[in-house]
Nanobody, 121 residues
Framework: QVQLEESGGGLVQAGGSLRVSCVVS????????MGWFRQAPGKEREFVAE????????RYADSVKGRFTISKDNAANTVYLQMDSLKPDDTGVYYC??????????????WGQGTQVTVSS
């Protein structure tokens, strides 16, 4: 069973940066396309970014394109999301999950606890 553990969130002012991480255990991480999702208060969880299994291809939601960078370390079973030029609208709980490339649907129904990102104006 795949386990997902996110970390690295926090409180930051608008225009600032944060890097969140997700360690994946119990699966074959190097074969996974990995994605980041987020859920703002009162809203549904939404797709943020994905990276191919080998790390050579990435795709982003329009709302974060040019500001966020996803990366993957197969040796450490970890996926990262570097978030720059943060805006208050980026506030939410950030989650990772494997997904099929080009889709916005997570591969697994179970989620980690997520990591809270709060951007103040």
């Amino acid at each position: 069973q795949v386990q997902l553990e996110e970390s690295g969130g926090g409180l930051v002012q608008a225009g600032g940066s944060l890097r969140v991480s997700c360690v994946v255990s119990g699966g074959t991480f190097r074969t996974y396309t990995m994605g980041w999702f987020r859920q703002a208060p009162g809203k549904e969880r939404e797709f943020v970014a994905e990276i191919s299994w080998g790390g050579t291809s990435t795709r982003y939601a329009d709302s974060v394109k040019g500001r966020f960078t996803i990366s993957k370390d197969n040796a450490a079973n970890t996926v990262y999301l570097q978030m720059d030029s943060l805006k208050p609208d980026d506030t939410g709980v950030y989650y990772c999950n494997p997904l099929r490339w080009g889709t916005t649907f997570p591969l697994y129904d179970s989620w980690g606890q997520g990591t809270q990102v709060t951007v103040s104006s």
